[in-house]
């Protein structure tokens, strides 16, 4: 079966660096996005990656390695807004959209 | 009013009730989806409009019917739903059904069933 895991809850204090990881078993692969999801809000893009490597957007950096099914997004200098949820989803080879339930973020003073 | 709009934004109905969610996208896009997100689970793709017509259909129960007029709105119109079917509503739109593109999502409707 296809599945998407990410931890279910992090808590990182402001100003700090957090790794949120994804791991994904697919049938295929054709990339992967990064969403922000404040409470009560609109799920919001934030990445998409299908090559290896690192790319950096600001505060936020998403990583990926296909050959281990694993991603990250790197969040520097946390801020309290950006305590929200962080969703993970695999494209699969029949262009499905595999999403994760989410990582909660908390970030604390 | 930009962006993606959706009402209502809550919504109590019983099981007997119809009631219909409203989903309107002012992006200019051509494909519209129905999502639903459980609490701790993950976000589930219930239906998908690209150009009006309805490419799919992820095996969702009868009692949740879509309708796309144009290629702006869309509505999810609900009868004799189950406990089991309170969660929020995400409508999303992207510009195609590219599966590449960013879709751009509504603010959700949260749906409570007695």
């Known amino acids: 079966g296809q599945n998407i895991d990410q931890p279910t809850e992090m808590t990182a204090t402001e100003g700090a660096i957090v790794q949120i990881n994804c791991t994904y078993q697919t049938s295929g692969f054709n990339g992967l996005f990064w969403y922000q999801q404040h409470a009560g809000e609109a799920p919001t893009f934030l990445s998409y990656n299908v090559l290896d490597g690192l790319e950096e957007k600001g505060r936020f950096s998403s990583f990926l390695s296909r050959s281990k099914g694993y991603s990250y997004l790197l969040l520097k200098e946390l801020q309290m807004k950006d305590s929200a949820s962080y969703l993970c989803a695999a494209l699969d080879s029949n262009y499905q959209l595999i999403w994760g339930a989410g990582t909660k973020l908390i970030i604390k003073p | 009013e930009t962006g993606v709009t959706q009402t209502p934004r809550h919504l109590v109905m019983g099981m007997t009730n119809k009631k219909s969610l409203k989903c309107e996208q002012h992006?200019?896009?051509?494909?519209m989806y129905w999502y639903k997100q459980s609490a701790k689970k993950p976000l589930e793709l219930m239906f998908v409009?690209?150009?009006?017509?309805?490419?799919e259909n992820n095996s969702v129960p009868s009692r949740f019917s879509p309708e796309c007029p144009n290629s702006s709105h869309l509505f999810l119109h609900l009868h004799t739903l189950q406990p089991e079917d309170s969660a929020l509503y995400l409508c999303a739109s992207s510009q195609d059904r590219d599966p590449y593109n960013e879709q751009f999502f509504g603010p959700g409707t949260r749906l409570t069933v007695l």
């Open positions: 992006l200019g896009h051509n494909a």
């Open positions: 409009y690209n150009f009006k017509e309805q490419t």
